[in-house]
């Protein structure tokens, strides 16, 4: 018998089932199901025969499913032991779907703080770095970012994808290949970070001053006045990131 919990698993509708939406949809019913942990770390999961009867697809569909979770770092096998949960703490938490399943998932105020504090922890360093080192190409790089945000105004979806460059390029402006590697990684995250923070009402033109005030510290080549202004630009965020989160009702951490 397998080593799961026992939760009777919730039916979807059927116009909404694993095998009338494709085969990437049983990866994303496992994966949800996963990171909602449905399964406690270490434990095993049903047998491919069981899951595939869960979810009303055919075994090989539950097959590469599961193939492309072990990918993601979510499972692992044991010969003759089964598939179970690796512990949270190993899964690749940067992986674009992976954020995104987490995202959609109970613990999104979580998320988002444990998002926030990443930021807190690279981009202002990070704006030290090009005030002290950038290029002028680099920063006029920022500056054309900032210029789109500008044209924007106030409407937050026009706004998002140059704010988005704004941030990214602070970081390939720090010439770290390490960085800039980085900002690829978390643009799932920014951009999921965004789409609370930018829900408050003219949200996009309040933040555009402090925007304004990053970009100038790192052409004036200040250092200490960059990281500054980034870490307040980052506290105005994190505020509208909790309104957003107490506005979607998910419940604020602790």
Request: net charge positive; aromatic share 4%.
């Amino acid at each position: 018998m397998s080593d799961h919990k026992t939760k009777t698993p919730k039916k979807p509708a059927a116009t909404d089932t694993p095998a009338r939406r494709g085969p990437l949809a049983v990866t994303e019913a496992l994966a949800r199901r996963v990171i909602g942990g449905e399964w406690d770390d270490e434990s095993t999961l049903p047998t491919e025969v069981e899951l595939a009867e869960q979810l009303g697809v055919a075994r090989t569909s539950v097959r590469e499913a599961l193939t492309r979770l072990k990918a993601k770092g979510l499972l692992a096998s044991r010969q003759k032991a089964g598939t179970r949960v690796l512990p949270r703490m190993q899964w690749n938490m940067l992986d674009e779907d992976v954020l995104r399943w987490t995202w959609s998932g109970h613990d999104r105020a979580q998320m988002a703080q444990h998002l926030m504090q990443l930021r807190r922890i690279v981009e202002p360093a990070a704006c030290e770095i090009a005030a002290a080192s950038a290029p002028d190409a680099a920063i006029a790089a920022i500056e054309r970012a900032y210029r789109l945000m500008d044209a924007a105004g106030m409407d937050p979806v026009a706004y998002a994808g140059p704010d988005l460059s704004f941030h990214q390029a602070i970081l390939s402006a720090t010439g770290n290949p390490f960085l800039v590697a980085f900002g690829a990684t978390i643009e799932a995250a920014l951009r999921m970070s965004f789409e609370l923070s930018t829900r408050q009402p003219g949200a996009p033109r309040k933040s555009l001053p402090m925007h304004r005030a990053v970009l100038d510290q790192i052409w004036a080549r200040k250092p200490a006045a960059a990281r500054k202004a980034m870490e307040e630009l980052l506290g105005l965020t994190e505020s509208n990131i909790q309104r957003g989160v107490a506005r979607s009702g998910a419940t604020p951490p602790a």
